[in-house]
């Protein structure tokens, strides 16, 4: 029987008896979005009033209340989005329900029906030797696992189209080169138990290195991946990288820091510490001269310090509180340097200065207080908060997204999340993403797109 707007209200009722577990478990992103859309169920603005929810819950349960006036094709798109985006447990809860299993009973007893009757005749069964066992009955083992092996979005990078590229490319740094630039991935998963004893094993932290291989390959950087290194060979590693002559070819060059860490610093694996401020120092303007006025990219999935963020209830109403700017101004100085020859005037014209550091973005996976730091969230099977919402965000808008708006909607999406661990001093804690930039052009990273000279 067909419900409101064409769809089964058997679909109906398995939607509505579900609702609790879906808006509780299911993830909503771009890519279980762009699935809907692809087979015509969502449209483009039914697609926006979702993903402009500002929770998880609100975005499924928004979902929820579209999908019943969506045709009868909506729920079969429903189930294969959940299949798409590694949501297969729900799917299953939606299609193993009790009437949907009499319903098959109902058909396997036709079946055996028929196949008897043919058995009682003297005519033969060309087809029997084929028949395929039945399925095996999904046990309370297999679902738990299902549950806790949800996988990174995967879908591709989005292309630049040639009139966005032409539009923004004058405003922006130069990413012409292929490739766009050499990336550097150090992961520190497990630690030396006698040297670092306190440091334990950060389980998920492989999937993080391998989800930045595969994101920025796609972007066309040549990815090099270190796994498990100590102070003195994070620093070996990174200072050879930035020797690299081929940064000289290339328009841009990215680093990717994965570890324990304390604010300033990460751990290698033997418990001592690299500072950050080395690392940085290690590609500004005189330490790296073949990366003078490029694009320097780094992304630090480590803590910034022991304490979690249990987050605060919202109240209504916010306080805004507005700092003024300070800039202050060298006052002109006409008058002064009358005696410098004219010599020298012109030897100073023919050489344009830098400053020591520039041209660099850093993104954080967590914040840096004025009275604490605090700790970055990682899930063992999916990986860390931050780079999965970094490589959600390069996936769907590096195509049209400077790479400041991209790290701005990073925050957001960290800001939306909360841990669920029910019964652990993990449940429902917070964390907060944060970026420094020294950028001075927009950073387009125009994906997939060369132009042709």
């Known amino acids: ?78 189930c294969s ?60 083992e297999s679902m738990e696992m299902c549950l806790d092996a949800d996988s990174p979005i995967t879908s591709s990078v989005l292309p630049c189209t040639p009139d966005f590229y032409l539009k923004h490319c004058q405003q922006s740094y130069s990413m012409v080169s292929s490739p766009r630039g050499l990336a550097l991935v150090i992961s520190n998963v497990s630690f030396d138990p006698c040297a670092a004893p306190d440091l334990d094993s950060r389980k998920g932290g492989e999937v993080d290195e391998e989800v930045l291989r595969k994101v920025f390959t796609e972007l066309d950087y040549i990815v090099t991946v270190r796994r498990d290194l100590t102070a003195p060979g994070m620093r070996e590693c990174i200072e050879q990288f930035g020797r690299r002559q081929q940064h000289q070819t290339v328009s841009s060059c990215v680093v990717c820091l994965l570890s324990h860490g304390v604010e300033g ?61 300070c800039e202050q101004r060298d006052a002109g100085r006409e008058g002064e340097g009358d005696g410098d020859t004219r010599q020298m005037e012109e030897r100073d014209r023919l050489r344009v200065k830098l400053p020591q550091r520039s041209d660099m973005i850093c993104g954080f996976a967590s914040l840096k207080g004025v009275s604490v730091c605090t700790a970055a969230m990682r899930n063992t099977k999916r990986g860390s908060w931050f780079i999965q919402e970094v490589n959600s965000a390069l996936r769907f808008r590096a195509r049209d997204t400077h790479l400041s708006d991209i790290l701005v909607q990073v925050n957001g999406r960290i800001k939306d999340r909360e841990g669920y661990a029910p019964g652990t001093p993990h449940h429902r804690c917070k964390e907060m993403s944060e970026f420094t930039s020294s950028l001075c052009k927009d950073l387009y990273l125009f994906p997939k797109y060369h132009p042709q000279y």
């Open 1 to 78: 029987m067909l419900g409101e707007c064409g769809m089964l209200e058997r679909d109906r009722r398995g939607l509505r008896k579900c609702s609790v577990t879906l808006c509780k478990e299911m993830v909503v992103d771009e890519l279980f979005i762009q699935s809907l859309q692809t087979d015509d169920i969502l449209t483009d603005s039914m697609a926006e009033s979702i993903l402009v929810e500002p929770t998880s819950h609100k975005r499924s349960w928004r979902l929820l209340s579209l999908l019943p006036k969506r045709g009868p094709r909506a729920f079969s798109s429903f």
């Open 81 to 140: 989005a959940l299949r798409d985006t590694e949501q297969q447990h729900l799917c299953a809860l939606l299609t193993e329900s009790p009437e949907r299993d009499g319903e098959r009973q109902m058909v396997k007893l036709s079946i055996f029906f028929v196949i008897q009757r043919y058995v009682d005749s003297p005519l033969p069964l060309p087809f029997q030797e084929r028949m395929v066992p039945a399925k095996r009955a999904r046990t309370q």
């Open 265 to 325: 610093a990460i751990y290698g694996t033997d418990g001592q510490l690299l500072e950050l401020d080395w690392v940085f120092e290690a590609f500004d303007n005189a330490h790296c001269p073949l990366l003078q006025n490029k694009p320097k990219m780094f992304f630090i999935q480590a803590c910034r310090g022991e304490e979690m963020d249990c987050g605060v209830e919202q109240s209504d109403g916010p306080e805004r509180t507005q700092s003024p700017g």
